[in-house]
């Protein structure tokens, strides 16, 4: 059962009330926003992050492309939604031959996106509404047109320019081999070789991405002293944390060695190459880096998150990153990964909460985001351009779930409306850097990246305005009308009604956000658990109905679910007397 609710928030006049069974409603936690010193020491704990792809988002210019401008005017929905506080890809001068994770100047906006005058407004809009503002941070690699880099190549081999990078003759009788064999996780040999002053074949340099993404030196104090100052630089402005790139990144061993596995980056498109990640020097940065988030918390009592893009292999490595003094939180992607089955999910989150939360800090949930394969598409059962198929069923189950467990949780873009990968992008409008270098379409993510629809029946759906709009950088199919936030607000059995009220019952509801979960007995394909005292959320796995978990009607629901059962492809809510003590979460 989907619960309607008027615009401002409150049930619908003509909207079921809750069936709490309890002696009385639970009590409300307080908004977003509020100044207690817990609220603000802890916001980041169980908050809610939209991640906006500002490429995509909501063009004020009409040039086809989303602008800092456009975010700010699409600041209310993010409200009416239900959000916490919204993460900004990056919009940093760049050359965007990764759009925008090749930054050439860490402290100033790209044009294509605005200025710091902008900057500032929608910092300012989103702090009235209660929204926090997370920026995304590259650490790891700067843009080949970043000053550093300039001078690296303008330099020449031994200067204090090219030690910021990882510059290294070649072997062979001339150099003309690389320095080792690792390839680039966007494909490719992980090493370019420079010309020099004087037009020889010179040095080569390190790159894990692409060669216009060199890899820094961190190593050299000189780098690490420069982030502290970028940090500072947008903490001033007043943001409220970052999100980092490539978290397990930045350190490669020493003596840079050939690896015994060297494709292993480029074949997974992950970071495997142990050689070149998850080095153990990389904590100290993040010391280092919390060190300097707690110095302004110190001044105001507001904690400035750290959510890290850690990509290892097990629960447990990612639970180093977490440690009371270094990030907050790190995104776990192992949900994300895990095939549509009820085991691998039992799992996955078991591992969560064991490992993750037992450091201290709460699991950062996540779905779908700008590098994967959207959540509707991954979960059908065979490859679909539309929504068709089991795909948009599980994924609206997944999404109840994923609300329903203990800790943050991150939606993607364009989530909220149920939008399927865009699977047939013509070759010649593709934009991925991995599509380029490879010349195959296996793991590129243009797929969901393509602009927002916002309204109407045909591209651009409002996503860019004005009668001379360029079109949008990458183009809208036909099906989006049926996807688009107008009908989507409109329509009470949407995903965005699914997801409004589950962030709506999540921030009145004691027992969601942080807390306690206790897994229950269910049937083979059904994954039941409590939270805290009387919540319970089921979601189904198979494709034949069972009964359900509890009582009475659900609070919430993914799809159709009559009292009494819950069917295939689906989770709900529902509230049961509670019981004498709470049950803590696996350890």
């Known amino acids: ?29 307080p908004a977003t926003g509020t100044t207690s010193p817990d609220t603000a020491q802890r916001w980041w704990r169980d908050a809610v992050i939209y991640q906006v792809y500002v490429r995509s988002f909501l063009d004020s210019t009409g040039d086809g492309i989303g ?110 081999l690389p320095p080792n064999n690792w390839r680039a996780m966007f494909g490719g040999p992980a090493w370019s070789r420079v010309t020099e002053a004087d037009g020889t074949a010179g040095q080569w340099y390190l790159h894990m991405f692409t060669p216009e993404q060199p890899d820094l030196n961190w190593r050299n104090p000189a780098v690490p002293a420069d982030f502290d100052q970028v940090l500072r630089f947008w903490l ?59 110095e302004y918390t110190a001044r105001d009592g507001r904690d400035r998150l750290l959510v890290g893009e850690v990509s290892v292999r097990t629960p447990s ?63 059908a059962t065979e490859p679909s351009s539309g929504p068709s198929g089991l795909g948009p069923a599980r994924a609206r189950a997944a999404a109840l779930l994923m609300l329903a467990l203990p800790g943050a949780a991150y939606i993607y873009q364009g989530e909220e409306l149920g939008l399927p990968e865009v699977v047939d992008l013509p070759d010649e409008v593709l934009t991925d850097p991995i599509f380029h270098r490879t010349g195959s379409r296996q793991h590129i993510r243009d797929g969901c990246r393509v602009p927002l629809p916002w309204s109407g029946h045909a591209s651009p759906f409002g996503f860019t305005a004005g009668t001379d709009a360029a079109r949008p950088w990458l183009p809208q199919p036909e099906w989006f009308a049926d996807h688009a936030t107008d009908r ?13 009220e589950g962030l709506q019952l999540r921030r009145s509801l004691p027992q969601l956000g942080e807390g306690t979960l206790r897994w229950l007995p269910s049937p083979p394909q059904v994954l039941a658990f409590e939270r805290g005292d009387g919540l319970v959320c089921a979601i189904n796995f198979g494709t034949e ?32 007397a509670p019981r004498s003590a709470s049950v803590p979460a696996p350890r």
Request: hydrophobic share 40%; charged share 20%.
């Open 488 to 500: 989507a607000l409109a329509d009470t059995r949407s995903f965005w009604h699914l997801y409004r």
């Open 1 to 29: 059962m989907l619960i309607a609710t008027a615009d401002n928030g409150s049930p619908a006049e003509d909207a079921p009330s809750l069936p709490l069974t309890g002696p009385a409603a639970p009590a409300v936690r």
């Open 545 to 576: 109905p069972v009964p359900a978990p509890a009582p009475g009607v659900p609070l919430l629901a993914s799809g159709d679910c009559p009292e009494g059962t819950l069917p295939g492809s689906t989770a709900a809510w529902w509230m049961h």
């Open 67 to 176: 602008d800092l401008a456009g975010v700010r005017t699409g600041l209310p929905y993010l409200k009416k939604l239900g959000v916490d506080g919204i993460w900004l890809s990056p919009f940093y001068p760049s050359p965007q031959h990764d759009h925008g994770y090749d930054v050439a100047d860490y402290r100033d906006v790209d044009p294509v996106y605005g200025d710091l005058a902008e900057f500032d407004l929608l910092v300012a809009d989103a702090h009235r509404l209660g929204l926090k503002v997370l920026l995304d941070i590259v650490p790891n690699h700067c843009s080949s047109e970043h000053p550093w880099f300039r001078a690296a190549l303008k330099d020449g081999p031994g200067s204090a320019a090219r030690a910021l990078f990882h510059f290294a003759d070649g072997r062979g009788t001339d150099g003309e």
């Open 236 to 294: 001033d402005r007043g943001v409220d944390g970052f999100r980092i790139d490539v978290a397990a990144g930045l350190f490669k061993h020493p003596e840079l060695p050939d690896s015994p596995d060297p494709s292993a980056d480029e074949r997974t498109r992950d970071s495997v190459n142990p050689l070149a990640w998850n080095q153990p020097e990389v904590h100290q940065v993040w010391r280092d880096w919390r060190a300097l988030c707690e």
């Open 317 to 379: 490595e990612q639970a180093a990153y977490v440690r009371p003094d270094e990030l907050h939180q790190a995104f776990f992607f192992h949900l994300l990964t895990a095939r549509w089955d009820v085991d691998t999910f039992r799992t996955v989150i078991s591992e969560a909460l064991t490992d993750i939360a037992g450091t201290g800090s709460t699991v950062t949930w996540v779905l779908n985001n700008h590098d994967q394969v959207r959540t509707v598409t991954r979960y």
